[in-house]
């Protein structure tokens, strides 16, 4: 068994993950923890790989399945690469994006089904779900604002699905929040980060409380 924690942040576009990732990392580390941040797809030099597959821009013939597997493998890889000894030295690891992202993108957005992306992740994560899941929930018109105000940042190929897309993808997250109510809490972030950040530290508190023996 592992000793660390392992918590994912998980989202639409334009949810605040990023800055989430920050704030939580900051805190957990003045209160003594030892934390490790990553994402996904990436995180590791063969995920960060497979990622710019995934991602490129001129893929527009991927099929749905094949994207499926290849989040999931680099999911493998990044997993036994850099979570799971990072946990076994009891550290925090805090991940943006994991299983969730795939059961909502690509098992309700696309369709393939929750429980078919779920089945090709098990084999991928061999068990190891997130111990807590904060799921920033944001309108996605909000989202998809804040990410085109944003200067400079690169658009993906998903970036550019319609909208209706990504209004899918938080019913899915939202779907599954309900089904997962042991380990994801939902943030309401289409407030400011500062009200956000008020609750996400009241969910850890309250996750770390239940922890101590
Ligand atoms: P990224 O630029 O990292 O987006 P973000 O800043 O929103 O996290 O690109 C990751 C994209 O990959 C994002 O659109 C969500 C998608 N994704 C999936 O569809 N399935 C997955 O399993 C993962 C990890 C990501």
Redesign the pocket.
């Known amino acids: 068994m592992h000793r660390g924690i392992f918590l994912t942040v998980e989202?639409?576009?334009?949810?605040g993950?990023?800055s989430v990732i920050t704030l939580v990392s900051e805190f957990l580390s003045s209160s003594g923890y030892s934390v490790v941040t990553s994402?996904?797809?990436?995180g590791i030099e063969i995920a960060e790989q497979i990622?710019s597959i995934?991602?490129d821009t001129n893929h527009t013939k991927m099929e749905a399945r094949t994207?499926a597997l290849l989040?999931a493998a680099?999911?493998r890889q990044h997993l036994v690469e850099k979570i799971v000894p990072a946990l076994e030295q009891g550290q925090v690891v805090i991940c943006?994006?994991?299983?969730d992202?795939?059961l909502a993108?690509?098992g309700y957005a696309r369709g393939l089904g929750i429980d078919e992306v779920l089945t090709i992740n098990q084999f991928a994560i061999d068990r190891l779900f997130p111990d807590l899941t904060l799921y920033l929930d944001v309108r996605p018109e909000e989202g998809l604002r804040r990410i085109h105000s944003r200067q400079g940042r690169?658009i993906?190929r998903?970036?550019l699905e319609s909208l209706s897309f990504h209004q899918k993808v938080r019913e899915g997250y939202l779907q599954l929040a309900e089904r997962f109510a042991d380990r994801i809490v939902i943030i309401d972030a289409n407030r400011s980060m500062d009200e956000v950040f008020v609750d996400v530290k009241e969910q850890l508190q309250s996750f770390l409380d239940k922890q101590k023996p």
């Open positions: 989202g639409g576009e334009g949810a993950k990023t994402r996904e797809p990436g990622r995934i991602l994207e989040y680099a999911r943006d994006r994991f299983i992202s795939s993108y690509q690169e993906n998903l970036d």
